[in-house]
């Protein structure tokens, strides 16, 4: 049985997508960017931004079921690649037990102001395998 769930983002309804979706074990978690989607601001800073994305992330995976440790692939995309060095300690931190398979993606994000985006997928109980 194939459940969807949604972090209250308007994007979701006016693109017509799911923040996750959970398919038995697996869950699957749409490219998430750094608003925090309560007040509807976006940072200017691309750490605040990696912070409430992965905020964002782990709200879903907890829904879920999971956790950042239940991650087995990750994709980023930045706009500017120099960012990367500001950001790699946040993401090692996050993702420290999980290391996950990942892709680095140099992208245009949907929005000027967006300077990161991140989706993951997950098995619920992989850290504990």
């Known amino acids: 049985m194939v459940k ?3 972090s209250g983002s308007p ?12 398919d038995g074990d697996m869950v699957y978690v749409s490219g ?11 940072p200017i800073d691309v750490i605040e931004q990696t912070i409430n994305t992965l905020n964002t992330i782990s709200k879903a995976l907890e829904q879920a079921g999971c956790t950042l440790d239940d991650v087995l692939r990750v994709r980023y995309y930045l706009k500017n690649l120099s960012d990367l060095e500001v950001v790699m300690p946040i993401l090692a931190k996050a993702f ?8 680095l993606i140099k992208a245009d994000l949907i929005e000027q102001e967006m300077k990161i985006e991140i989706e993951v997928t997950a098995r619920k109980n992989a850290s504990k395998a």
Not at 11 to 22: N, P
């Open 32 to 42: 998430s960017t750094g608003y925090d989607y309560e007040t509807m601001i976006l």
């Open 11 to 22: 994007f979701e309804e006016k693109i017509g997508y799911s923040r996750a979706v959970i």
């Open 4 to 6: 969807y769930i949604s």
């Open 96 to 103: 420290k037990k999980a290391k996950p398979a990942a892709t």
